[in-house]
């Protein structure tokens, strides 16, 4: 069984601090592993995903996470926040790829 | 760069009236899933195609059906509306079964009178 958990509703942090959304997973193969973001009233754009290749992956708009295989995590983080990331997260768990399975989701807060 | 086109973007319908809510994946892109996000709620995995066939089948009512066509676009019926399928719908796509990433459209808002 795969499951997703995402370990805050809500981070809230001042512009220009790093950002850490914490996401750990279960999954009875290798996972594939992904953030996506979700702006007010759009959809989900991919952030960024792990597929078995590099553990530390860089996606856009500076953000990066790191697979963790021994603490079954995948968290997302960001060295300077920007007002512009205040948004929804979403980590996400794929194991076939015949769905994908979504966390509860994270809101991110920007404080100027 | 072209990505997935859903139609229509909002839809406004009554209870017990019928809905189809369209999904246009990315050129080669021959899997499509379809999610449910309710306010303030994370994306519900509805259900799947591969090449045309039902791949993976999630919390999609009985009154809900889907298929994907031979141009691998993909529809979404809805019958017999309740208020509490008022949600967005989104479409994603991907190249493959296996894995790779998932590619969402910008989503079709149901409203449900």
């Known amino acids: 069984a795969q499951s997703v958990t995402q370990l805050d509703s809500h981070v809230s942090v001042s512009e220009g601090t790093p950002v850490l959304l914490r996401c750990n997973y279960s999954s009875s193969y290798s996972p594939s592993l992904f953030w996506y973001v979700q702006h007010p009233n759009k959809g989900l754009q991919l952030l960024l995903k792990?597929?078995?290749?590099?553990?530390l992956v860089k996606g856009i708009n500076g953000f990066e996470a790191e697979f963790k295989k021994s603490e079954t995590s995948f968290h997302l983080t960001k060295p300077s926040a920007h007002m512009s990331d205040a948004a929804e997260y979403f980590c996400v768990v794929s194991d076939t790829g015949n769905q994908f399975y979504f966390g509860t989701g994270t809101s991110l807060t920007v404080i100027p | 760069a072209a990505g997935v086109i859903q139609s229509p973007r909002h839809l406004i319908k009554e209870k017990r009236e019928t809905a189809t809510l369209k999904c246009y994946p990315i050129?080669?892109?021959?899997?499509v899933y379809w999610y449910q996000q309710g306010p303030g709620q994370d994306p519900q995995f509805l259900i799947s195609f591969y090449e045309k066939m039902q791949s993976d089948k999630g919390s999609i009512p009985d009154r809900f059906s889907a298929q994907q066509f031979s141009d691998y676009h993909s529809e979404l019926n809805m019958s017999s509306l309740e208020l509490g399928d008022s949600a967005l719908y989104f479409c994603?796509?991907?190249?493959?079964?296996?894995?790779?990433?998932?590619?969402f459209g910008q989503g079709t808002r149901l409203t449900v009178v």
């Open positions: 792990y597929t078995s290749a590099a553990t």
């Open positions: 994603a796509s991907s190249p493959g079964p296996e894995g790779t990433e998932a590619f």
């Open positions: 050129p080669r892109h021959d899997t």
